[in-house]
């Protein structure tokens, strides 16, 4: 079948058997590429051209775009915003959903909002304590946790009802994931609360940041012991440092960031910092790409965006491939299974 | 712009943490096998008395076992009545405690020494429910996805709901154990 309306970027996919959603990070995993997905700074503005210029950094080196709900606890663009005006245009967005600022109510609402949109995958984080942002005063709602949030998701999709039993009318085609942090502890419980969330309904997850590759192998020993990593796409999460002086703050005042010792040596001992930190960061890409059962990784580089497409290119995980960029004039995959249908149906 | 002054407890200062210190609740974590027997035997007095809440009302006795609850969960657990217990399967370590009221598992912002992002001196309550978990004969049941809290069930006896809920579970297969052949 050929297409009779011309190629709509922000349409989404057609639905392939066994998927989920219609999106394009949901395929490029399934079909067991090495993915990237990439973290988004939020503007403090309305402006909706801070948001493209912020993702136009990004065209065509990424998977997917996350779109924070005010991580760290400050007060940013929402998600839901941002996912809106990237996925108008076609980018494949990740919109995240934290527990602490929304009830079941407004979730599951956002949820339906968001799928409606455009938007094929979600992102189910518990949030981090109001404590940690600018608005120290605010109430924490925290009404679901990330797992209860997964379950909530799933339901809604496979189900096709409310967590109150109400009916859906037409269900979200969505990609649910998750977050991980193997470098926190109960260190033992960690590939644990993976299965958890497994259970829950988390198909993907991205990790928080990685600087420590023995401690992620241990963690992965045990996730492939447990066959984690055949139910669940697991991204790790990694970003350059711009300075000594930046990752011990990181380190100090970011919760659950783990960054050991000899890492800040080698910034130290550099002469330019932040390209250090950057050969750091492509080094660590290509160390965790040759542990197995890691399906890609997510680029946290917060305030060094414009490093994320040297830092892809540089450490050759695409392997040639590109992903999405305005202008392609139709989804290259699409039109591949195009014509292979063709082909087959005659 | 305001400074920020990240992780310091808010709603917790330091008049508030010597009047809770954790040493109580830590010494049921680390007692969670006899704590969790202790229950197990327990439930089955409650169970057995059954007939009595039932005569009397669920409803009239509500007041004075909830009363009793309070006092001895509140002494062992620092419990916060949320009315849908889960000790049993957290390790006794009451999820409750944990401010961002986590059910299901440690969130990723455990520092670490194992102590609270948002309360830097209290240990992490999901750290210490994984080690007592470790302990108790159904330690497995850290596992169970729990589903969101129900808001209404605050401040309500789960001592005699599970009671009532065990009750009813008990007719039910004795009932379709009767109509079985």
């Known amino acids: 079948m050929s297409r009779i309306v011309p190629y709509d970027p922000s349409a989404p996919l057609p639905r392939k058997p066994g998927h989920t959603s219609r999106g394009r990070l949901e395929r490029v995993l399934r079909r067991g590429e090495f993915a990237v997905t990439a973290e988004l700074n939020p503007p403090d503005s309305a402006d909706p051209e801070d948001v493209y210029e912020r993702a136009a950094v990004f065209e065509g080196w990424v998977d997917g775009i996350n779109a924070t709900d005010g991580s760290g606890a400050n007060c940013h663009m929402s998600s839901m915003g941002i996912c809106a005006l990237l996925s108008r245009?076609?980018?494949?967005?990740?919109?995240?959903?934290?527990?602490?600022?929304?009830?079941?109510?407004?979730?599951?609402?956002?949820?339906?909002?968001?799928?409606?949109?455009?938007?094929?995958?979600?992102?189910?984080?518990?949030?981090?304590?109001?404590?940690?942002?600018?608005?120290?005063?605010?109430?924490?709602?925290?009404?679901?946790?990330?797992?209860?949030?997964?379950?909530?998701?799933?339901?809604?999709?496979?189900?096709?009802?409310?967590?109150?039993?109400?009916?859906?009318?037409?269900?979200?085609?969505?990609?649910?994931?998750?977050?991980?942090?193997?470098?926190?502890?109960?260190y033992d419980y960690r590939p644990l609360r993976l299965a958890k969330k497994i259970a829950a309904g988390a198909q993907f997850v991205q990790s928080q940041y990685c600087y420590d590759i023995p401690m992620l192998e241990r963690y992965m020993d045990r996730v492939r012991d447990l066959g984690l990593h055949r139910q669940c796409y697991i991204l790790?999460?990694?970003?350059?440092?711009?300075?000594?002086?930046?990752?011990?703050?990181?380190?100090?005042?970011?919760?659950?960031?783990?960054?050991?010792?000899?890492?800040?040596?080698?910034?130290?001992?550099?002469?330019?910092?932040?390209?250090?930190?950057?050969?750091?960061?492509?080094?660590?890409?290509?160390?965790?790409?040759?542990?197995?059962?890691?399906?890609?990784?997510?680029?946290?580089a917060y305030r060094q965006e414009e490093l994320v497409a040297e830092i892809v290119h540089d450490s050759g995980i695409l392997k040639g491939r590109q992903p999405w960029h305005r202008g392609m004039d139709t989804d290259p995959e699409t039109a591949l299974e195009e014509v292979l249908e063709e082909v087959q149906s005659t | 712009m305001p400074r920020i002054t990240a992780y310091e407890p808010a709603g917790a200062g330091p008049v508030r943490r010597l009047r809770s210190p954790f040493t109580i609740r830590q010494w049921s974590v680390r007692h969670a096998r006899f704590l969790e027997r202790l229950y197990t035997f327990f439930a089955d007095i409650l169970l057995g008395l059954h007939p009595l809440w039932r005569a009397l009302g669920y409803g009239r006795v509500e007041r004075p076992v909830k009363s009793v609850e309070q006092v001895v969960k509140g002494f062992l657990f620092d419990c916060r009545m949320c009315g849908q217990c889960v000790l049993s399967d957290t390790g006794m370590s009451c999820p409750m405690n944990c401010p961002k009221g986590l059910r299901n598992g440690p969130c990723g912002g455990v520092r670490a020494n194992g102590n609270c992002e948002v309360e830097p001196d209290m240990p992490c309550v999901w750290v210490e429910a994984w080690s007592g978990s470790r302990q108790m004969a159904g330690g497995d049941h850290i596992q169970n996805v729990q589903p969101p809290l129900r808001q209404s069930l605050r401040g309500t006896s789960s001592w005699l709901r599970a009671t009532a809920e065990r009750a009813a579970r008990e007719e039910a297969a004795r009932a379709g154990g009767a109509d079985a052949p």
Do not use: Y
């Open chain 1, 236 to 300: 790790i999460g990694v970003g350059p440092l711009a300075s000594a002086r930046a990752a011990r703050w990181i380190r100090s005042n970011v919760p659950g960031v783990h960054i050991p010792d000899p890492i800040i040596e080698r910034l130290e001992g550099a002469t330019d910092q932040k390209r250090e930190g950057k050969r750091i960061c492509i080094d660590l890409i290509q160390q965790i790409r040759e542990i197995e059962g890691i399906a890609g990784v997510h680029m946290m």
């Open chain 1, 89 to 186: 245009i076609g980018f494949a967005t990740v919109m995240q959903i934290s527990c602490r600022d929304h009830n079941r109510i407004a979730i599951q609402g956002n949820v339906l909002g968001g799928a409606a949109m455009g938007v094929a995958n979600f992102l189910c984080l518990t949030g981090d304590g109001v404590q940690a942002g600018d608005q120290p005063d605010a109430k924490p709602v925290f009404d679901l946790d990330s797992i209860s949030l997964l379950n909530t998701l799933r339901t809604m999709r496979d189900e096709s009802r409310f967590l109150s039993g109400r009916k859906i009318t037409t269900p979200p085609q969505i990609f649910i994931g998750g977050a991980i942090n193997p470098f926190a502890p109960p």
